[in-house]
């Protein structure tokens, strides 16, 4: 399956001017940005929104998916429940490129109370710059898609 060069990002209330910021430098660097919300900063329940943007990347609408709450462990936790979805949270670049390269992430957490706009972006851009590496790590994916249905 040839998947489009589409990114859905959605986040809960307190990653709102994060979300947007990132949706601009995805634009920047030719993404398709599909930002599915919400836009108003009243409290919202992470696990809706990170289940809405998790089912967008499992469909094979999107090719990743950004997902942003305070911490970005319980946005995490919600789209990880997805069939088809390894989503991992990062607060520095290392990690977000070994979720890429070892575990092949079609999504990314961050926490909007843990990273600023700038380590934000840098932990994009290495997610988003590295392919996964397959080879040994192809089956090790394949356990755990496995668990999915036991
Ligand atoms: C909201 O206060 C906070 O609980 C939420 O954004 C997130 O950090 C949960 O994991």
């Keep these: 399956m040839t998947l489009p060069d589409r ?7 307190t990653a709102i ?7 601009a430098h995805l634009a920047a660097r030719g993404w398709t ?7 108003t900063a009243e409290s919202t329940d992470y ?3 990170g289940e809405a ?12 998916g950004i997902v942003l709450c305070g911490t970005g462990q319980g946005i995490m936790m919600a789209a990880n429940k997805v069939k088809g979805v390894r989503c991992g949270v990062c607060a520095e670049p290392y990690s977000a490129a070994m979720i890429r390269a070892h575990n092949d992430a079609n999504m990314l957490a961050l926490g909007a109370r843990v990273v600023g ?3 934000a972006l840098a932990i994009i851009d290495a997610f988003l710059t590295t392919d ?19």
């Design 7 to 13: 990114i859905v990002l959605s986040s809960d209330h």
């Design 17 to 23: 001017p994060l979300r947007q910021a990132i949706a």
């Design 33 to 39: 940005v599909l930002d599915i919300g919400p836009t």
């Design 47 to 49: 696990p809706r929104h």
């Design 53 to 64: 943007a998790a089912r967008r990347v499992a469909s094979g609408d999107c090719r990743f």
């Design 117 to 119: 706009e700038g380590l």
């Design 132 to 150: 996964f590496e397959a080879g040994r790590h192809a089956p090790r994916v394949a356990m755990i898609q496995a668990l999915e249905s036991e």
